[in-house]
T-cell receptor, first 113, second 113 residues
Framework: KAGVTQTPRYLIKTRGQQVTLSCSPI?????VSWYQQTPGQGLQFLFE???????NKGNFPGRFSGRQFSNSRSEMNVSTLELGDSALYLC????????????FGSGTRLTVV | GDSVTQMEGPVTLSEEAFLTINCTYT??????LFWYVQYPGEGLQLLLK?????DKGSNKGFEATYRKETTSFHLEKGSVQVSDSAVYFC????????????FGKGTRLSVIA
């Protein structure tokens, strides 16, 4: 069974640009969550989507947004990039959003220059 | 809100040494507890979990016991190997409702031959 697939693996963007990251969950999983990982702040929850609806949201500015499609694939978008947005962005899927079922992807490494 | 505190690293051990990584938590309800491991350049992998008080999670020689009275979930391994070198994250998720995983800051373990 395929795991959680995140694309691209690496990305370099310039300040002020916008970026879209993609996550394909495990087949049958309806919940997709996004986390930002930085050396200073550790792993911080961005948002969770379940059946195309945002169900939980972390404490991030409105520049961070996401969506989920009917096939459960999810995208997150960051607009007006700042240097501080440089991070590893991890996606996790689960059948129902309960903590015990999460499977993480390998992440997208975003570097803002 | 919920939080997880784990010992600061890095931790450096010789091969076959005993490992303990401390983790304590604060939660409003009755959480499930997890240990995740992150190898260089990879996402997070679930190492073990426990869903209620006094449960012991175990995997690959690692163990952790859910201690409600001390709100702890310390990770232990009797004899570490070089291949155990990684970053270890303690995490919780409330069992009631759909709440995201809350992570500790992570502990980097280096095992030298």
């Amino acid at each position: 069974k395929a795991g959680v697939t995140q694309t691209p693996r690496y990305l370099i963007k310039t300040r002020g640009q916008q970026v879209t990251l993609s996550c394909s969950p495990i087949s049958g999983h309806r919940s997709v969550s996004w986390y930002q990982q930085t050396p200073g702040q550790g792993l911080q929850f961005l948002f969770e989507y379940f059946s195309e609806t945002q169900r939980n949201k972390g404490n991030f500015p409105g520049r961070f947004s996401g969506r989920q499609f009917s096939n459960s694939r999810s995208e997150m978008n960051v607009s007006t990039l700042e240097l501080g947005d440089s991070a590893l962005y991890l996606c996790a899927s689960s059948p129902d959003g309960q903590g015990s079922g999460y499977t993480f992807g390998s992440g997208t490494r975003l570097t803002v220059v | 809100g919920d939080s997880v505190t784990q010992m600061e690293g890095p931790v450096t051990l010789s091969e076959e040494a005993f490992l303990t990584i401390n983790c304590t938590y604060t939660a409003t309800g009755y959480p499930s507890l997890f240990w995740y491991v992150q190898y260089p350049g990879e996402g997070l992998q679930l190492l073990l979990k426990a869903t209620k008080a006094d449960d012991k999670g175990s995997n690959k020689g690692f163990e952790a016991t859910y201690r409600k009275e001390t709100t702890s979930f310390h990770l232990e391994k009797g004899s570490v190997q070089v291949s155990d070198s990684a970053v270890y994250f303690c995490a919780l998720s409330e069992n009631s409702g759909n709440t995201p995983l809350v992570f500790g800051k992570g502990t980097r373990l280096s095992v030298i031959a």
